[in-house]
């Protein structure tokens, strides 16, 4: 994770990618539609047209995409595949970012080779995992998967909380963020960590679990019985014999959906937290 990116200087809405798209987002899915798109072109007699027979289904892609995505004259569309492609990709790299995937969603809908829409999603959803996109194919549709309000509850926990509470969420960001080795599990422990850290900070003590720290949480600032029962439930999961921080068994994989959920739960907890201590500082 670069410097910018530890340290802060880089917003959560950066880090996941939710109302832009950096340049290895953009290659890598034009890469993707290279391999399961373009290249399927076929040459006829040394030379690569669109009127072959053999180009037929890529044919009728170009069609699709002159008569209904980029409303163009269907004349204007060259038969050379030399041409087209040209067109395609100065379309594709200079378009705004939510066109680039109104433009990969388009694509996955209209070719029509077999098994293509599954293949392709499942392939465009590893990449947009792997670099932190907000979004995700959803029975073919883009969908997002991180809305502003969860955006806005990691930014206000990390930004007005002390150590180590804020130590234990950007760190739990960063282990979820990085896109050479993302670390779904140990996110989860430290979001986990985080809400520890800060219960056992506003009653001032660390001893107890955290169970038995809600309980007098419940009593010092008026936590509502049924948030205490769910996060008492939540941290279960987090902590039983098959979860995360006992076992860390290999055969269990922790997915980005489930790090990213307990961060954005674990922020909005601290946030009320604070908030409940704030306006009733002792309890009572």
Same mark, same amino acid.
């Given at each position: 994770?670069?410097?910018?990116?530890?340290?802060?200087?880089?917003?959560?809405?950066?880090?996941?990618?939710?109302?832009?798209?950096?340049?290895?987002?953009?290659?890598?899915?034009?890469?993707?539609?290279?391999?399961?798109?373009?290249?399927?072109?076929?040459?006829?007699?040394?030379?690569?047209? /669109?009127?072959?027979?053999?180009?037929?289904?890529?044919?009728?892609?170009?069609?699709?995409?002159? /008569?209904?995505?980029?409303?163009?004259?269907?004349?204007?569309?060259?038969?050379?595949?030399?041409?087209?492609?040209?067109?395609?990709?100065?379309?594709?790299?200079?378009?705004?970012?939510?066109?680039?995937?109104?433009?990969?969603?388009?694509?996955?809908?209209?070719?029509?080779?077999?098994?293509?829409?599954?293949?392709?999603?499942?392939?465009?959803?590893?990449?947009?995992?792997?670099?932190?996109?907000?979004?995700?194919?959803?029975?073919?549709?883009?969908?997002?998967?991180?809305?502003?309000?969860?955006?806005?509850?990691?930014?206000?926990?990390?930004?007005?909380?002390?150590?180590?509470?804020?130590?234990?969420? $950007?760190?739990?960001?960063? /282990?979820?963020?990085?896109?050479?080795?993302?670390?779904?599990?140990?996110?989860?422990?430290?979001?986990?960590?985080?809400?520890?850290?800060?219960?056992?900070?506003?009653?001032?003590?660390? $001893?107890?679990?955290?169970?038995?720290?809600?309980?007098?949480?419940?009593?010092?600032?008026?936590?509502?019985?049924?948030? $205490?029962?769910?996060?008492?439930?939540?941290?279960?999961?987090?902590?039983?014999?098959?979860?995360?921080?006992?076992?860390?068994?290999?055969?269990?994989?922790?997915?980005?959906?489930?790090?990213?959920?307990?961060?954005?739960?674990?922020?909005?907890?601290?946030?009320?937290?604070?908030?409940?201590?704030?306006?009733?500082?002792?309890?009572?």
């Amino acid at each position: 994770m670069k410097f910018s990116e530890r340290y802060g200087y880089q917003s959560v809405r950066d880090l996941i990618q939710l109302e832009s798209m950096d340049e290895p987002l953009r290659n890598g899915l034009w890469n993707l539609l290279q391999i399961y798109v373009w290249n399927t072109v076929k040459n006829s007699h040394h030379s690569h047209t /669109l009127v072959s027979d053999g180009n037929r289904i890529i044919r009728a892609l170009c069609n699709k995409l002159w /008569l209904n995505f980029f409303k163009h004259p269907l004349e204007t569309r060259s038969d050379s595949w030399k041409k087209v492609l040209s067109e395609l990709r100065e379309y594709f790299f200079s378009c705004a970012w939510y066109e680039v995937y109104d433009f990969v969603e388009f694509v996955a809908n209209n070719f029509e080779r077999y098994k293509f829409r599954e293949i392709f999603s499942e392939k465009c959803n590893l990449l947009l995992e792997r670099e932190v996109s907000a979004y995700r194919f959803v029975s073919g549709v883009i969908s997002r998967i991180t809305e502003n309000e969860q955006i806005d509850e990691v930014e206000k926990a990390i930004k007005t909380t002390s150590s180590p509470v804020r130590n234990h969420l $950007k760190r739990s960001l960063e /282990l979820l963020a990085s896109r050479t080795a993302p670390d779904y599990r140990n996110s989860i422990k430290e979001s986990i960590s985080a809400v520890e850290s800060l219960v056992a900070t506003s009653l001032g003590t660390d $001893k107890g679990t955290l169970g038995q720290l809600l309980k007098r949480l419940e009593d010092k600032i008026g936590l509502h019985p049924a948030l $205490k029962t769910a996060f008492s439930n939540l941290y279960g999961y987090a902590s039983d014999e098959g979860g995360i921080r006992h076992a860390l068994l290999e055969a269990e994989k922790v997915e980005f959906e489930e790090a990213q959920f307990l961060l954005v739960v674990c922020s909005a907890f601290v946030n009320y937290v604070q908030g409940k201590c704030v306006c009733n500082p002792n309890g009572g």
